[in-house]
C-alpha cells in the first residue's frame, strides 16, 4: 500500500474513533513518528490542525506504536503523534539505542541518558505539539517486549535523571568515540561544562577503525559541485578531529564543516569527522574512526566499562563529570 493511501485510511480511523482524552500529562512523552520513507516535520511557526485523537496500537512500516495516537495536520501532510507513558517509552529507546544482550549496566546508564534526554527536550518544547521523534533526529525509539533486559534496565533506574545546577542535563550520547570524545561547542555551538572531551577506548565496536571510498561524483552531488579536483582537511579540532575541509572544484575552493558533509552523505555513509583524507583519481579515501558525533557517553565504551565490573554510575560520572544523579518527579 502506498504510503498516502496509509495515511488517508489512518485519518479515516481517526475520524470514526477520535474521542476525548486527558491532555498531555506529567508522566509522558510525545513522540513525532518519523522513519526512512515519512520525514516530515513542522516548521518553526507552523500551526498545523489536529485532526483526531484515539487509543491503540498503530504499526508504521514494521514499528508498533501503542498508547494515544493522535493525527495532525500541517503545511506538509499529515503529522503522526504518539503519546505514551514516560518509562514505557525509555524502554523503547534502550531496546533500540543498546544491543540486547549488553552487560545490564550498560543498559542502566543508557536508560538514564535517554530518559535525561526525553526530559530536557520536553521542557524545552512546552509549546510544541510533540516532545521529541522517533528517529535519529532525537534518539531511536522502538517498542520494547515484556521480560526483556531493557525493562529491567528501566526498573531498576525508574525516575533517575541526570542534572547539573539541579536541571536535566542535554544528555548528549553517540555510538563510538576512540581516544577521546568531542566538546559539545565543537559539534553543536554550545558549551556544556559536563560535555568536555574524555579519554575513550572502544575497542570492541565494530567501528573502531574504518575507510570509506566515495566517488567524486558522489560528493559532487551531494554538495551540488561540478569536477571535483582536490580535497583536503583544512582545520582539526582539539581532539584532532575534521573541522573544516577545502574542497577545489571547477568553479573555485569551497570550504565547508566536516560535520555538514557527514549528513550531506549521509551519517551512516561516513561515519564520523575523526578521519584522514586523500585523493585517489576519481575517489576520495576517508580513513577514520568512531561512529557518531563524539558528544558525551559513548555507547561502546560504556559497554567495555560494564564488562571489565564499572556500575552504570561509575561510567556516566565519567562521560557527564560534574552531574549528579537525581529522581524525577513527572514533570
Given amino acids: 500500500m502506498k504510503l498516502k493511501h496509509l495515511f488517508r485510511n489512518i485519518v479515516i480511523a481517526f475520524f470514526l474513533a ?59 501532510g499529515l503529522y503522526l503523534i504518539n503519546e505514551l ?19 545490564i549496566e550498560a543498559l542502566k546508564a543508557q536508560a538514564v541518558i535517554s530518559r535525561t534526554y526525553a526530559l530536557f527536550h520536553k521542557t524545552a518544547r512546552r509549546d510544541s505539539i510533540y516532545d521529541l521523534t522517533s528517529s535519529v533526529l532525537h534518539q ?3 517498542a520494547s517486549s515484556s521480560g526483556s533486559k531493557a525493562e529491567r534496565a528501566v526498573s531498576e533506574t525508574k525516575g533517575e535523571i541526570l542534572t547539573f545546577m539541579d536541571k536535566p542535563i542535554e544528555a ?37 577503525v574504518w575507510e570509506r571510498k566515495i566517488p567524486m561524483t558522489e560528493i559532487e552531488k551531494a554538495l551540488n ?33 566536516a560535520t555538514d558533509l557527514r549528513k550531506a552523505l549521509g551519517w551512516n555513509r561516513l561515519p564520523s569527522t575523526d578521519f584522514s583524507m586523500s585523493c585517489d ?27 571489565e565490573g564499572k556500575n552504570y554510575k561509575e561510567i556516566l560520572s565519567v562521560y557527564y563529570p560534574g552531574t549528579t544523579i537525581q529522581l524525577y518527579e513527572g514533570r
Fill in 225 to 257: 559541485l561540478n569536477d571535483i579536483q582536490n580535497a583536503k582537511i583544512k582545520s582539526v579540532s582539539a581532539t584532532k578531529r575534521a573541522r573544516e575541509l577545502e574542497i577545489i572544484s571547477s568553479t573555485g575552493t569551497t570550504v565547508i564543516n
Fill in 85 to 103: 507513558p514516560m518509562e514505557e517509552y525509555i524502554m523503547g529507546v534502550v531496546a533500540a539505542e543498546a544491543g540486547p544482550d549488553w552487560d
Fill in 18 to 76: 477520535a474521542c476525548s482524552l486527558p491532555s498531555h500529562a506529567a508522566d509522558t512523552i510525545k513522540l513525532l513518528i518519523l522513519n526512512d520513507v515519512y520525514q516530515n516535520i513542522p516548521a518553526k511557526g507552523e500551526k498545523p490542525e489536529k485532526l483526531g485523537k484515539m487509543k491503540g496500537d498503530l504499526l508504521v512500516m514494521g514499528t508498533r506504536y501503542s498508547g494515544d495516537i493522535e493525527v495532525w495536520k500541517g503545511d506538509k
Fill in 172 to 208: 548528549f550520547f553517540h555510538s563510538t568515540s576512540c581516544e577521546s570524545t568531542e566538546s559539545s561547542a565543537e559539534v553543536f555551538g554550545k558549551y556544556y561544562p559536563y560535555l568536555q572531551p574524555v579519554e575513550s577506548d572502544c575497542s570492541l565496536s565494530p567501528y573502531c
Fill in 140 to 142: 531511536v525509539y522502538k
Fill in 281 to 307: 583519481k576519481d575517489t576520495i579515501i576517508f580513513d577514520g574512526k568512531g561512529y557518531g558525533h563524539g558528544v558525551g557517553l559513548c555507547q561502546w565504551c560504556s559497554l567495555q566499562m560494564a564488562q
